[in-house]
């Protein structure tokens, strides 16, 4: 697992290595060396100002000055407050370093090439604010590339949100372990290409840290991801359902269908309207269409135990019926996913939701952020919560069900706490019946009896990769075809030796 950690499990790392026996200087040392390193590696960086916080962030950046002056590049030093203000490790770092030292506050960028960005990293406490926010605001109209250590200054690591002002940086390093704020927008937009430093923290502190969430690529759930088995046949791999829309809007089911099936479900049944039966009947030849009036027909079908997840809301028109049709799905057999249209017809209640979700075996719902906001609307403790990661594992626990709370950085988080955050979804997925299709791979995991975070995660990781493999241009019916090859790659990694 790709661990991500917010500041306090930061300092908990840290804390835990002082502890076995690294002083927390030579981590310090570490940290300033592997900036120097990034600086140096810039094209042309002759020049170089360093701005120094008044913490630790600072004394890093002073580290990387030495170093750096060291190998013969034209260093200066900028520091925020007072030199003699300075406490502990960067107070040490200071006194290490012998050159001259400039006010942040009046320093100018004429005959500068490149800025280190150390003012404020993990310790950032509150909104920068008169003197600290000019200099960033400063720094970031200079012009000049900027190399940011840990974090740019001013972006909360822990929520990817600008408290008050950050300036772009080109490059970050931070060290052992990237944070959440790297990855949840605009954070990850600010931080330019990150590199991960190793300072020599054991990765071993990490079991007592147990951290809970999680970069989401397949370290995150391939344990879990059920591979297609020798002695395996269709119904082994999971029946599943999605309702559809009626004929205008059956497309959406459509994807999300074919979406279920590429992903591996055994066998994927379309429940419809009548009058869509022929749309669906005709559209893939491996795809099996019902004809189902209402929720109380769809119960009748769903007696068959062998539908092992469903899925409802991709054009289906939010209103009671869909409600009714969610919880005609949702039994101790089956999993469940509820999109779009499902989420939409709760507006406002999601306890209701969380009743019917309840009574599923797995319930995964797979919101963008406008259903979002429309299902916990006047819940303040989710729509409150300081970030998208913070919502969406608020909303989870609120829903006792997985939430996928979709975008460039999407969350996926479940009741307990657990969440992964997504980086490798390209902008151009952000096209009609993506989220569609999203929602069909979900149920076709979840289809084949995989755990629902896991399921949810992984579909998410694979829309992703599907979207690369598709490349620019692609519309949401390319994405179940793009699934082969993502997956002719994956199998093998998890073992998987075509057997
Ligand atoms: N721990 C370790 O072993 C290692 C840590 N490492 C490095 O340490 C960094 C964390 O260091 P840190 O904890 O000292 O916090 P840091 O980011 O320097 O900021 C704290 C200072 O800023 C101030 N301040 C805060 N907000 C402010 C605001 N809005 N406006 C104005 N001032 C504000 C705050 O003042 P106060 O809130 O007390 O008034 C305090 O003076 C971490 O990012 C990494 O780079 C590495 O060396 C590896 C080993
Ligand atoms: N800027 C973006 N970069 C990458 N992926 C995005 C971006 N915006 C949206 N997405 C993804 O595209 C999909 C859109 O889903 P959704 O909003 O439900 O659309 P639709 O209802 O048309 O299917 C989601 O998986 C979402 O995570
Ligand atoms: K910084």
């Known amino acids: 697992m790709n661990a ?25 040392e570490r940290a300033g060396t592997a900036v120097a390193d990034a600086a140096a590696r810039r094209p042309y960086p002759t020049r170089i100002a360093i701005l120094c916080g008044p913490g630790n962030n600072g004394g890093d950046g002073l580290v ?11 260093v200066r030093v900028a520091l925020l407050g007072a030199r003699d203000a300075l406490i502990g490790d960067a107070a040490a770092a200071a006194r290490r370093w ?9 320093l100018t960028y004429e005959t500068v090439d490149l800025i280190v960005d150390a003012l404020f990293g993990a310790g950032l406490a509150r909104d920068l604010e008169g003197v600290p926010r000019a200099v960033v605001e400063r720094m970031a109209a200079s012009g000049r590339p900027i190399i940011a250590v840990d974090l740019p200054s001013g972006l909360d690591g822990a929520t990817g ?3 008050g002002a950050a300036a772009q940086a080109v490059e970050t390093v931070t060290f052992f372990r990237r944070k959440p704020g790297h990855l949840l927008l605009p954070g990850r937009a600010l931080c ?11 990765a071993s502190v990490l079991d007592a840290i147990a ?15 059920v591979l297609p088995a020798a002695a395996g046949h269709k119904y082994s791999r999971g029946h599943a359902l999605v309702a559809s829309g009626g004929a205008w809007t059956a497309g959406a089911a459509r994807l999300a269908a074919r979406g279920a099936l590429r992903a591996g479900a055994g066998l994927v049944t379309i429940a419809c309207p009548p009058d869509a039966l022929a749309v669906h009947a005709a559209s893939y030849a491996a795809l099996m269409a019902r004809p189902v009036g209402d929720a109380a027909e769809l119960g009748r079908l769903l007696e068959d135990p062998r539908f092992t997840a469903a899925l409802v809301g991709p054009g289906l028109g939010a209103g009671p019926q869909a409600q009714a049709m969610l919880a005609a799905c949702a039994g101790p057999e089956r999993s469940v996913v509820a999109d779009a249209d499902a989420l939409t017809s709760f507006a406002g209640d999601a306890a209701a939701l969380a009743a019917v979700l309840s009574r599923a075996r797995g319930a995964v719902v797979t919101p963008h952020e406008g259903e979002f906001a429309r299902l916990f609307a006047g819940d303040d403790s989710v729509l409150g919560a300081p970030s998208k990661l913070a919502r969406a594992r608020a909303a989870a626990a609120r829903l006792g069900a997985v939430v996928v709370l979709k975008g460039a950085d999407t969350v996926v988080a479940e009741p307990g706490g657990h969440a992964t955050i997504a980086e ?29 975070f896991a399921a949810a995660s992984a579909a998410v990781w694979l829309h992703g990769e599907a979207a690369r493999e598709a490349g620019p241009g692609l519309i949401a019916d390319d994405l179940p075809e793009a699934l082969r090859p993502v997956y002719a790659r994956l199998f093998p990694s998890l073992g998987w030796t075509g057997a």
């Open 4 to 28: 991500l950690l917010d500041p306090r499990e930061m300092a908990e790392a840290d804390a835990r290595a002082i502890e076995g026996g690294i002083a927390g200087l030579t981590l310090m």
């Open 211 to 225: 951290p809970t969430c999680a970069v989401n690529d397949p370290g995150a759930w391939g344990s879990a991801f």
């Open 192 to 202: 330019g290409r990150v590199r991960v430093a190793d300072i020599g923290i054991p």
């Open 424 to 452: 490798n979804a390209p902008a151009f997925l952000a096209t009609a019946g993506a989220g569609d299709v999203l929602a069909g791979f979900v149920c076709g995991l979840l289809a084949q009896a995989m755990p629902p």
């Open 161 to 163: 949100k600008v408290r």
């Open 98 to 106: 012998t050159g001259p030292v400039e006010s942040a506050e009046t």
């Open 64 to 74: 990387a000055a030495r170093i750096l002056a060291q190998r013969g590049f034209r």
